[in-house]
């Protein structure tokens, strides 16, 4: 009797304890869920206070560029340097903050476009090396026959993780040199899985302090962050971006000697062979230049100012348009090689009349399409896609330096 009772109260105190463990469950699922979803307010607050900042940084950067301009003391040039430096700083954070922001929120997607390998590491060549030679450090790219050239993914995030690599390796480096290696490790059914090997002969790093790379915030010791300064995200991002890929990334180091940081991704290969354009980016010389004409559409004073008076150092012929509408009408009269469209305009925004270019191109059966290059302070990914959507050809996040406007127009030609 007495083991039948004892076997009744051992049957309900399982029962009791199942019940328990069941509430347990649905309080711990409930306070993920909500975990999860503060964490994706908290990222979709970054990413939106990210982009806000960006509007006043424009003015701050935009002025800088017409001031230097101007006639200036030594001294005022100096503090003129310090502000740009600090503003490039800033701007570098904010870029970071609003790229690792999008990826926890899951907001990051990857775009497939056709582009040649070649001419994106060129263009990696092209926005690094003064940074190198400022350094006395050679830069440069090794690639063999077999790596296909014309692959179909994302460029754009593909060139940002190794810009992460390369700008690190300059900046941990004093003498020697920088090197991009591409290796074909696998090539079946299309998809072509790529190492790419940043080698560098700097400061080397531990292995203990190897533990604590790829992860957000992490850098090796303060005393870095004091010497060579940054924020210890461009890994972490690196990290998340190859693994978008389908790939890894890790390092391989010797104290005093080097590192060779390297990644992984697998990327599909254009099936219509078509041979690469190598001389796409040679082909932004003077006397091209000075037969290209450009229309500035933006309705900025400050803007149009500055966008202008680069353009117009560099050679280029430029007409401005207010607005959306007069852009429209001088695209119908006249003959431009290429268009640099500011997305919010009032009358009629960038997008709007890049549609009704397309329309008209379409309607006339207009192979060759005008250029048309995006230039705006939006940065959120639906964003961009629909400025490419719309019909442009590339795009620009605002504020921009010199440089950057120059490197992709010759990109774009
Ligand atoms: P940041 O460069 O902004 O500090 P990263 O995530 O790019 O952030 O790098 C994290 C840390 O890894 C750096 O602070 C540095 O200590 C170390 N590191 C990265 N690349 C190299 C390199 N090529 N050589 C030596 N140390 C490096």
Redesign the pocket.
């Known amino acids: 009797m007495s083991t039948d009772k004892s076997k009744e109260e051992f049957l309900k105190e399982i029962s009791n304890l199942n019940k328990k463990i069941q509430q347990l469950e649905t309080d711990l699922s409930n306070t993920r869920e909500k975990a999860d979803i503060s964490n994706r307010l908290k990222s979709m607050f970054l990413a939106n206070i990210s982009h806000e900042i960006r509007t006043p940084m424009n003015g701050i950067i935009g002025m800088y560029n017409v001031l230097k301009q101007t006639e200036l003391t030594d001294v005022q040039r100096e503090y003129l340097n310090i502000i740009n430096l600090s503003g490039n700083n800033l701007l570098t954070i904010i870029d970071d903050i609003l790229d690792l922001a999008k990826i926890e929120s899951g907001q990051l997607e990857l775009e497939h476009n056709i582009f040649s390998l070649k001419n994106e590491l060129n263009h990696v060549i092209t926005l690094l090396k003064d940074k190198a030679k400022g350094k006395g450090i050679e830069l440069f790219y090794k690639t063999s026959p077999e790596i296909p050239d014309s692959l179909i993914g994302d460029q754009t995030r593909l060139k940002q993780i190794i810009i ?1 690599l390369a700008n ?2 300059i ?2 480096t004093k003498e020697g040199s920088v090197s991009i290696e591409i290796e074909l490790l696998n090539l079946k059914n299309n998809i072509a899985e790529l190492k790419l090997s940043i080698i ?1 002969t ?4 531990s292995h203990e302090d190897k533990e604590k ?1 790829f992860k957000a915030f ?3 010791d303060s005393s ?2 004091r010497k060579y300064g ?7 991002i690196s990290k998340h971006l190859s693994s978008l890929m389908n790939g890894n990334i890790g390092v391989d180091s010797v104290v005093g000697k080097g ?1 060779t ?1 390297w990644f992984t991704a697998h990327l599909e290969v254009d099936s219509v062979i078509d041979t690469p354009s190598e001389t796409k980016l040679t082909k932004g010389h003077k006397e091209q230049k000075e037969r290209l004409s450009i229309l500035l559409v933006e309705d900025n004073l400050l803007n149009q100012k500055f966008a202008s008076a680069t353009l117009r150092k560099e050679g280029y012929n430029i007409d401005i348009a207010e607005n959306g509408k007069i852009a429209l009408e001088k695209y119908k009269n006249n003959n431009y090689d290429l268009i640099l469209m500011d997305i919010q305009m009032p009358v009629m925004d960038g997008i709007e009349a890049t549609k009704e270019i397309r329309a008209i191109e379409d309607k006339n059966n207009i192979k060759d399409k005008i250029k048309i290059i995006a230039i705006t302070a939006y940065v959120i990914e639906k964003d961009r896609k629909m400025c490419l959507t719309a019909g442009m050809d590339e795009y620009l996040a605002k504020p921009f330096k010199p440089k950057e406007l120059i490197d992709l127009i010759d990109y774009v030609m």
Do not use: H, M, V
Request: glycine content about 20%; proline content about 0%; overall charge neutral.
């Open positions: 992460n690190n390796a900046k941990y560098d700097g400061i080397g790093i790379l992490s850098q090796i870095t962050t940054g924020t210890g995200l461009g890994l972490a590192s940081f």
